[in-house]
């Protein structure tokens, strides 16, 4: 297996390049980066709210039948509604050959609002953001339930996870998971600074896999500061997003 964007030999079953940390064209189920690919609803006795297994009749608990049980609502980690790239905004809509209907605009289209992930769905604190070559979170070791989590070291490139990067080439049909063949980049070159200092940025673009998901990959500079939250920031278009953390040594 060969990395679509600097032909380098990839090991089987890695995810991402070693030597540029493009992500690589793979089926991705469950979390990633704490985005969830989907949510799910889970059913709850009426009388009292224990869990109930699918196909069950009763209650394990207290006996209650399940025709009263009722859905837990669905708790996604994060909600953002994917605008169609085909959406431009315009204050006239034409009506057949001869009329236009003049419109006002229920919203403003940005072309650019560059938003971070972070862990805990909040848009601050630690962010989404992965060690490229390994997967593993660049947090304190040891800090995200069930995820391997460790500082990125200086030098190491980190993969950010975001929204709001505007155009890219070769975008996927909306409601489409991103090909990784060939990537899809952004119009325009955003900026990243990790404990205020700018980082090389090798990738910008869509992640491979998923939909409507933005994917940074940037080297940690070597005169960041070290520590377990040390500021990531981005920048595009002359938009500048929100704050998250990652942790650096």
């Known amino acids: 297996m060969t990395c679509p964007r600097c032909g380098a030999a990839v090991a089987e079953g ?24 989907k949510t799910s609803v889970v059913a709850r006795c009426s009388a009292c709210g224990a869990e109930i297994t699918p196909g069950k009749k ?17 708790r996604p980690v994060a909600q953002q509604p994917l605008v169609p790239v085909e959406t431009r905004a315009s204050p006239s809509v034409p009506v057949g050959s001869r009329w236009t209907l003049r419109v006002r605009p ?18 601050s604190g630690q962010g989404a953001i992965s060690i490229a070559e390994t997967g593993e979170i660049a947090a304190p070791t040891g800090s ?3 995820r391997p989590a460790r500082p990125a070291t200086r030098g190491e490139y980190i993969s950010i996870f975001c929204a709001g990067l505007g155009l890219v080439t070769s975008p996927p049909p909306s409601g489409s998971a991103t ?32 939909v409507g998901l933005y994917q940074i990959n ?32």
């Open 106 to 123: 229920l919203f403003k289209l940005n072309p650019y609002a560059p938003e971070l992930f972070s862990i805990g769905s909040t848009g």
């Open 218 to 249: 940037a080297q940690v500079p070597h005169a960041a500061p070290e520590g377990g939250a040390v500021a990531v920031v981005l920048g595009i278009g002359g938009a500048t997003s929100n704050t998250v953390t990652t942790a650096v040594q």
């Open 14 to 37: 890695k995810r991402f390049c070693k030597q540029c940390g493009t992500a690589l064209p793979a089926p991705t189920a469950g979390l990633e980066a704490g985005i969830p690919s």
């Open 179 to 210: 090909s990784g063949s060939p990537l899809s980049q952004t119009i325009s070159n955003p900026t990243v600074t990790i404990g205020g200092v700018r980082a090389t940025v090798s990738f910008s673009g869509l992640a491979p896999g998923f």
């Open 144 to 146: 995200i339930p069930g």
């Open 58 to 74: 009763f209650c394990g608990e207290c006996g209650t039948a399940v025709p009263g049980a009722q859905p837990e609502a669905a």
